[in-house]
Every structure is written in structure tokens, then in C-alpha cells.
């Protein structure tokens, strides 16, 4: 293991000129898929991210989502500062971020910045790059309203993926189908929103100056529900973000009666990775809005 981060702390005094000539590395936990240390050296401390290099340019993609966020939403993202290989695995580094404690700010300055974040819009739906949930690759295709783009590089892509596992079936894809015909007169109409796209309570941590923090993004230009129905699947935030994003950046009418259809994407995925229960509920969610 001391090799693959000599390897590293190579690379990082060649591209960015740091330096650094003592470093050890200790394991931290919190993710799923990838092994997370805290490398410790003299030119300060650094988060590395590792994983088997069967997952390609997964780094990369994140490497670069980060940088795009950070200059949206400058206090919202780490730094992202290199992604690259060695001959054991693939590695990103970030900022090392200390953990505090929440203030009474926090979840609204929180709401402020997403909210802001919102608002970096562009004239499509989708992203010049594919990127990954997860682990699964995320197809980010441009078109030019929010329901082809859902309807395709979301639902009825997945929906045939689980198929070819076997998870779903062809009276599934024909429900699928149905749903994707009423997504016009579902949604209202909103300008593309610049995305976290996997913004669960799982992804944020609160920094030392009681500051929220995300990361482990998969961002698109997408409708902004889409992140805020993800931040109630697992758990969800506060309940003061939610009146506090409304505050700055007033959720369209009715926007809870969507949120499921909204978490239907990140469900689908689970359903992919993992099977299980998470078939039931893509099923539920299929048929109540086929």
C-alpha cells in the first residue's frame, strides 16, 4: 500500500509543484465503493479516494464535476486537486475537509448556496461528458427539454439495463413507456438547473466553521427537483433546508406530488447495483404514474 501513495505523492510534486517530501496514510470509512485514507504530509494533509482501475476514467469524470461545481458554488465543493493511475488502481485527491459541528446557519446557508448553484442553467438538459452515479456510468446526452432527456438518459435506459439483468421485465418496460409519454404534463417547465445529481445525506458532511460540505457528485444540467427529491430518499435533510430553499428559490407548485417520479432515477440505479427491494419500489413508482 506504501507504494501505490509514494506513486501517488510522485505524481502530486510533479503536477502541482507541492513538494512534498514525508507523508503517511491512514484509512478513513464512510464510502461504499471506493477505499478513502487521509494522506498526511508535510505540505498538509489530503483526501485520496482509491479504486480498482477495472472502473476506468471514474476519477477523471469526478475530477473534473468537482472543478466544474467549485466554480458555480466555490463554498459548497472541495477542492479537487488530481485524478490519474498507478499500476494498482486509479486514485482522486481532494482538500482534506475537518469535521465540526452544526450551527444555526448551517442548513440555511446550505439552502442558499444549492439554491444559487440552481440558478447556473444552460440551454439543454444533459452535459458535454458522461459521468457516473456510483459506480454505474451516467449517459449525459444534450436534448432540448427535460422529459425526452428523462425519458431517455434516465428512465427507459435503466429500465432496458435492468432488463438485461433480468431485474425488470418487458410488461415493466411497456409501463415505463406509458410514463415517459406523460412526463410533458407532469412537470412543469424550468430552465436546466446545474446539478449535484446524487445529493443524499450520505454526500454531505458538516466542515469546522459549521460550513455543509458535498461531494461524490454526478452532475447534469437537469430539472432542480431532481436534487431535491434525492435529499429525501435515504434519511432527507432537516426540515429547515427545505422551508429555507423555498425562501430563496420557490419550488414550483405542487413539487412534492412528483417526488417520487424524481427519485425514480436514483432508485433505478440501486435497483441495478444491488436488486433486491429496490425492484418493488421502481415497480411502484412505474405503475403509479403509468
Known amino acids: 500500500m ?6 501517488i505523492v510522485q505524481q502530486l510534486n510533479a503536477q502541482r509543484g507541492i513538494q512534498i517530501t514525508s507523508f503517511d496514510a491512514k484509512r478513513v470509512y464512510g464510502g461504499d465503493i471506493n ?12 483526501f485520496v479516494k482509491l479504486n480498482d482501475s477495472v472502473h476506468g476514467d471514474m476519477f477523471k469524470m469526478e475530477l473534473e464535476s468537482l472543478r466544474l461545481l467549485k466554480n458555480a458554488s466555490n463554498d459548497l465543493f472541495p477542492q479537487a486537486i488530481l485524478a490519474g493511475n498507478t ?24 439552502a442558499q448556496q444549492l439554491a444559487a448553484l440552481h440558478t447556473q442553467t444552460h440551454n439543454r438538459y444533459g452535459l458535454s461528458f458522461d459521468n457516473y452515479i456510483g459506480s454505474l456510468q451516467q449517459h449525459n446526452t444534450f436534448e432540448t427539454t427535460w422529459h425526452e432527456f428523462y425519458a431517455k438518459h434516465r428512465i427507459l435506459f435503466l429500465v432496458r439495463m ?16 406509458k410514463l415517459c409519454l406523460r412526463l410533458p404534463e407532469i ?10 445529481g446524487d445529493l443524499w445525506s450520505g454526500n454531505f458532511m ?28 435515504f434519511g432527507g435533510f432537516d426540515r429547515s433546508f ?18 417520487d417520479l424524481c427519485q425514480l432515477y436514483p432508485l433505478l440505479v440501486h435497483c441495478i447495483l444491488f436488486g433486491g427491494h429496490y425492484v418493488s419500489a421502481v415497480r411502484s413508482i412505474i405503475r403509479k404514474y403509468a
Open 2 to 7: 506504501r507504494q501505490i501513495f509514494s506513486n
Open 35 to 46: 477505499e478513502t485514507y487521509r494522506l498526511t504530509t508535510n505540505k498538509g494533509d489530503f
Open 87 to 110: 499500476p494498482e488502481s486509479i486514485f482522486l485527491v481532494l482538500e482534506f475537509l475537518e469535521k465540526g459541528n452544526i450551527t444555526p446557519a448551517s442548513w440555511r446557508n446550505f
Open 162 to 177: 435492468a432488463i438485461d439483468q433480468a431485474k425488470l421485465d418487458s410488461k415493466d418496460a411497456l409501463l415505463a413507456e
Open 187 to 196: 412537470f412543469p417547465q424550468e430552465k436546466p438547473a446545474l446539478l449535484h
Open 206 to 233: 458538516i466542515s469546522t466553521t459549521g460550513d455543509i460540505k458535498i461531494f461524490d457528485p454526478a452532475i447534469y444540467y437537469g430539472h432542480r427537483e431532481m436534487d431535491i427529491a434525492m435529499t429525501m430518499l
Open 242 to 259: 427545505y422551508n429555507h430553499y423555498n425562501d430563496f428559490y420557490p419550488l414550483e407548485q405542487n413539487w412534492q406530488q412528483r417526488i
